[in-house]
């Protein structure tokens, strides 16, 4: 057995901001290097992108959003969550499609919900709401209150 | 953060111009948008990489593809056609648009979202106690991984631990609701490929699980039992002759089963060589459960991570070797042999004791002191009404479910509500696999394909 994974990523990204959440790895990336360490991650054992989410830290923090990333090693039995924060005016980050091609329907779903754009991903369409749909709903300023049925012949029946 | 630990708005962040639509803004003119599906429709010219995709030849790129939508094409031969989201063997609502040269698949493009009910936006606006309600909702054939996922996430977030027997009951459940839905997903392959007699016999196997789960929890689906801190009730009385019984029918009749389909050359012929995966393509697109297991990978989260002490019974992992429609079949054939094997161990073994933790800010206290105590009383109004505090922080909490790795990502502010909750479905991801099994059989094979992909579209679509 090779040696763990996140010994030696630790080593090559001695300055970013390694910390444990309840037991589990968890590492900040700058949207910059994503690529780089993705790629490193990959190599160093980590062969399967388990899930791709984002949340809205909407008033509550700096930067407003945050890109989370599971990688697990199935070789190493291994986790580590990948965080990479975003501004509300500048929602681009790079699309792992290239490293990991299973990225492809979570990044769309992040793309549906959040509004954040996936650079080089190459299919980045609504994957669960309707293609017509207006906003982006899992954002917290988007209300969960009464949204008008969008059916084409709605504005008729009164 | 504030004295009681919650993330307050910070007022010097700006509250943002927006740029989108937040009920209670519009106009009073509500635009009404054509329905616009030309970006989810399957093009006949398609960029490099969609159409790879399309084609299942991501990963295999480098093999080279005899296929070239460019050349040497005859556009009459050509035809794009859609299936489902009506088609009684899609499980569901899933529309696959399948490109087929004659009666040959070349590409597949799935499309989802029919379900889509905006859970995770739902489970912002309810407290943690109220959450299993929501996720029980997500996977329907297997509503209690859904539970137990969600409850182990909050209990991690809480930092407790729940005491021996809930975690032998959550066991015991949650292993024989993996039971039902292999018993289900193997009718349900059966019925799409012409065996409708293994249809029936895999519901009738089913309906005595279901019957258990009706006595014990009160509900047959969406049971609302495994909640954050234990489990909702204790066991039925007489559970143990229930589960026996179970356990003993079940074990019987899969060798009646096994006599009419293993060795069947009807069945065979459907199934063997069809639908084929190989282990590099699970790993590289996220599949996991029984269809990467059957491309002969022994990865099972009971036994890589192991939850709610599982490590302590024994067990062991199938495994196939081709990745065919028919290894997944055995495959799960043999996991319901190995969780009767988990049932009776823990049926055996079930610990004396409280079947939830006895704290009560995280339970609510038994029936009888609400009349005794008024301070049982305060607890009971509290724990209904607002729910408990969860302390700031964030986890992911994988568990295995019959359709592979099933993820919470949680993340509490410290209020009785998360601040985001997200489940990890295994059949969204597991549905990329269509393409790849399907590139290059004939179309009267993709229902026997999806079939055995086992996708749940509540799973999926959330």
Known sequence: MSPDPLEGLKERFTELDWHLSHGQEVVRVEREQLLEFATAAQEAGFDMLADVTAVDWYRSREPRFDVVINLLSMSHRARLRILVGLARDDTVVPSLVPLWPGANFAEREVFDFFGIVFEGHPDLTRILMPDDWDGFPLRKDYDTGAVPVQFKASHKVS | ?462
């Open chain 2, 1 to 462: 953060m504030t004295d009681k630990g919650t993330i307050e708005p910070d007022p010097s962040l700006p509250v943002e111009e927006l740029d989108l639509w937040v009920s209670g803004t519009e106009d009073s003119e509500w635009d009404i948008y054509p329905t616009d599906e030309g970006a989810q429709t399957m093009q006949t010219e398609e960029t490099e990489f969609r159409f790879r995709e399309q084609r299942g030849t991501v990963v295999t790129a480098d093999e080279g593809d005899e296929y070239d939508f460019d050349d040497g094409f005859v556009d009459d031969e050509r035809m794009i056609v859609n299936m489902g989201p009506q088609h009684p063997s899609t499980h569901g609502v899933l529309r696959l648009q399948l490109e087929l040269e004659g009666e040959i698949i070349r590409r597949t493009k799935a499309i989802i979202g029919y379900l889509h009910t905006g859970m995770e936006k739902t489970a912002e606006g309810l407290t943690f106690m109220q959450g299993p309600t929501n996720v029980t909702r997500m996977d329907y054939l297997a509503p209690l991984h859904n539970e137990l996922c969600f409850s182990l996430a909050v209990e991690r977030l809480l930092d407790i631990e729940v005491p021996p027997r809930a975690e032998a009951i959550r066991i015991l459940m949650t292993e024989l609701n993996r039971i039902s839905s292999h018993l289900v997903a193997m009718a349900t392959n059966g019925m799409d490929i012409g065996a409708l007699s293994i249809m029936t016999y895999g519901f009738r196997d089913r309906e005595q699980i279901l019957e258990f789960f009706e006595k014990t929890t009160g509900l047959r689906l969406n049971h609302n039992y495994i909640r954050p801190g234990g489990v909702a009730a204790d066991l039925a009385a007489g559970w143990r002759a229930d589960v026996n019984e179970i356990c003993d029918n079940i074990t019987s009749r899969l060798h009646d089963y096994d006599d009419m389909l293993q060795e069947n050359p009807i069945w065979t012929g459907r199934t063997r060589g069809i639908g084929v995966i190989s282990a590099d393509e699970c790993r590289a697109y996220g599949i996991t459960g029984p269809t990467l297991r059957s491309a002969g990978v022994a990865w099972d989260l009971r036994k890589a991570f192991p939850y709610s002490g599982i490590e302590k019974y024994e067990f062991d992992v199938p495994v196939g070797e081709r990745g065919d429609v028919y290894d997944r079949y055995r495959v799960r054939v043999e996991e319901i042999t190995q969780s009767v094997r988990i049932v009776r161990q823990v049926a055996e073994a079930m610990p004396k004791g409280d079947y939830r933790v006895d704290d009560r800010k995280i339970t609510p206290p038994p029936r009888h002191r609400i009349d005794e105590s008024m301070e049982a009383l305060i607890h009971h109004f509290k724990i209904f009404t607002e729910g408990f505090r969860v302390p700031p922080g964030e986890t992911y909490v994988a568990v295995e479910s019959p359709r592979g790795e099933l993820g919470c990502y949680l993340i509490s502010d410290g209020s009785g509500k998360p601040w985001r909750m997200h489940t990890r479905a295994p059949s969204f991801y597991n549905l990329q696999a269509l393409p790849m099994m399907m590139a290059d059989t004939v179309i009267a094979d993709t229902v026997a394909t999806i079939a055995s992909l086992d996708p749940v579209m509540g799973d999926v679509d959330r």
